[in-house]
T-cell receptor, first 117, second 114 residues
């Protein structure tokens, strides 16, 4: 079955612009999480959506937002881009049902590489 | 504060040699523990995880990890490294009840010499 799909693969924006990244989870997965990966800060959790509701949130400013649609696809939006937002943005999906955490497993996409000039 | 420390930024081993990647965590209670691998330009792949029970966990690709509560450690091991194991390895923890909210270590980049 198809894995987690992230689009676009690469993106170049300028400071002050906004950007929207897309993530299609594995079929049947209802939880989508987003992570930011930078050389300086490493991998950091942004937020998690489950059944169209934000269930967990990391420590990022309000410029970072997301949403999830009824088909579990998710989008992440960054407004007023800053140079420091240049990063690989990773999306991960899981069943998310919480019926036994030991059965849960995160599947990551290949990411969207965002460059802010 | 919750944190994960991977003391070795870069490790080089010869093909066929054994491998141990270190991971220490700081957490109020026993968290969920994970090891992920990332190849260049790729996402993360789960190698193994510890939730409870047996402290020696077997994973994919011949990897195993041992949870030591007294040392707050979760070291990853492989008895014989293959050239295809060259990648970056991340240790991560997650709070019980928030297994998708991972806190990652800085990663260890593994190089394998033929």
């Amino acid at each position: 079955k198809a894995g987690v799909t992230q689009t676009p693969r690469y993106l170049i924006k300028t400071r002050g612009q906004q950007v929207t990244l897309s993530c299609s989870p594995i079929s049947g997965h209802r939880s989508v999480s987003w992570y930011q990966q930078t050389p300086g800060q490493g991998l950091q959790f942004l937020f998690e959506y489950f059944s169209e509701t934000q269930r967990n949130k990391g420590n990022f400013p309000g410029r970072f937002s997301g949403r999830q649609f009824s088909n579990s696809r998710s989008e992440m939006n960054v407004s007023t881009l800053e140079l420091g937002d240049s990063a690989l943005y990773l999306c991960a999906s899981s069943l998310g049902t919480g019926q036994g955490a030991s059965n849960e497993k995160l599947f990551f996409g290949s990411g969207t590489q965002l460059s802010v000039l | 504060a919750q944190s994960v420390t991977q003391p070795d930024i870069h490790i080089t081993v010869s093909e066929g040699a054994s491998l141990e990647l270190r991971c220490n965590y700081s957490y109020g209670a026993t968290p969920y523990l994970f090891w992920y691998v990332q190849s260049p330009g790729q996402g993360l792949q789960l190698l193994l995880k510890y939730f409870s029970g047996d402290t020696l966990v077997q994973g994919i690709k011949g990897f195993e990890a041992e949870f030591k509560r007294s040392q707050s450690s979760f070291n990853l091991r492989k008895p014989s490294v293959h050239w295809s194991d060259a990648a970056e390895y991340f240790c991560a923890v997650a709070p019980r009840g928030g297994y998708n909210k991972l806190i990652f270590g800085a990663g260890t980049r593994l190089a394998v010499h033929p």
